[in-house]
């Protein structure tokens, strides 16, 4: 079996992947295959973050001017990773806050009803549901053990379907939707399509001009590797409109910031969804993040994080692990779901965080999340780890 060092251009042989491990401080104690879960920050985050915490106990809100240049920079940041125009990304706390956003702002009438499957993450399926009280339907698609039937997710909408909400990559599973084939069953059906981008974002390339997305929810600190409370938020401007605003507040209007004004005009962009202050410290962090992500570049990314899991596949298999998740090129992802037949899988990421090794149990199994900053000692220790807790 060939080494991470030594797969070729499909493993990015070219890029140094050292320079993103060296401003990765997790990777001096542990061999972390979380990012599904909660990353590490990155070092440029944590700088900023610390730097935010001195000018903020030094001096106040006398550096609130800089610090929002930052949020509008951030902004810049996310729109241009996804194609998009700055006025259609809000940033908001988290992917929950995102699809309240369109849940609950819809003009919605009885006897609608929105499309999702049976085993997205609760929180793509509980505002849903919550609709409920309104008259309003939500199909749950079963799948094939995270496996998604794009023909029974289309028998599943018709003429009153209004939303289809869907995972790019299944938080279990680690299945990656083909998005554009998503987005074709969703306007064909007159409906549109809300994409859960956490599981995908900042690891896969996505261009929202190419793939017509209508909306999109994701947190920032998972793959985008910043700070918990810290997400973005697309829509399409053409669905500017439709929307009606919640958690209205100071900061939506035209005319934020003039406290003696009250007049209730929208600002004309995705930030008049943003409501009150910004979690400040969060946003910068993120941003602090993306930079670094973006001297690397998605594609390239990309390519690592799946050489990773090809290679994470590999080992796992030959030391007696069964790889669940679906690793045809076209639905894999940096999720990786398996078990070790006879084993308590609580019980083996125990043995393994007192290895210094994390990963995750997510429906019943074991499950890895490597970033593109992983490397053969990583999987040399995941490897010991689990072979000792078969011992």
Sequence with gaps: MKSLSDQGPAADSAVDWEPLRRQMPAAQRWAYFDHAAVAPL???????????????????DVAWPPWRKQIE????????????????????????????????????????NVVTLSDEFPTNQYPWLHLGTRGVETRRVATDDGRVDLDRLAAACDRRTRVLSISWVGYASGWRNDLDQVARIAHQHGALLFVDAIQGLGVFPLDVRATPIDFLAADGHKWMMGPEGA?????????????????????????????????????????????????????????????????????????????????????????????????????????????????????????????????SCRGGRLRISPHAYNNEADLDRLIAAISDSRA
């Design 42 to 60: 990155t070092g440029p985050a944590r700088r900023a973050i610390v730097d935010w915490a001195d000018e903020a106990a030094r001096s106040g």
């Design 73 to 112: 920079q951030l902004r810049a940041i996310v729109a241009e990773m996804i194609h998009a125009e700055t006025a259609e990304i809000a940033l908001i706390r988290n992917t929950t806050e995102g699809i309240g956003l369109v849940a609950e702002g819809y003009p919605w009438q009885a006897g609608d």
């Design 231 to 359: 997400g973005v938020f697309f829509l399409r401007r053409e669905h500017l409109e439709r929307l009606r605003p919640v958690g209205v507040g100071w900061n939506s209007v035209a005319g934020a910031g003039d406290f003696s004004r009250i007049e209730l005009a929208f600002k004309n962009d995705a930030s008049r969804y943003e409501g009150g202050s910004h979690n400040m410290v969060g946003l910068i962090g993120l941003k602090a993040s993306l930079q670094l992500l973006a001297q690397f570049g998605q594609e390239a990314i990309s390519r690592r994080v799946l050489a990773v899991t090809d290679r994470a596949c590999e080992r796992l298999a030959a030391a007696g692990a069964v790889i669940r998740s679906d690793c045809r090129p076209a639905h894999k992802s940096g999720i990786v779901s398996f078990e070790l037949p006879g084993q308590d899988p609580q019980q083996i990421r125990q043995r393994c965080l007192e290895q210094h090794v994390v990963l």
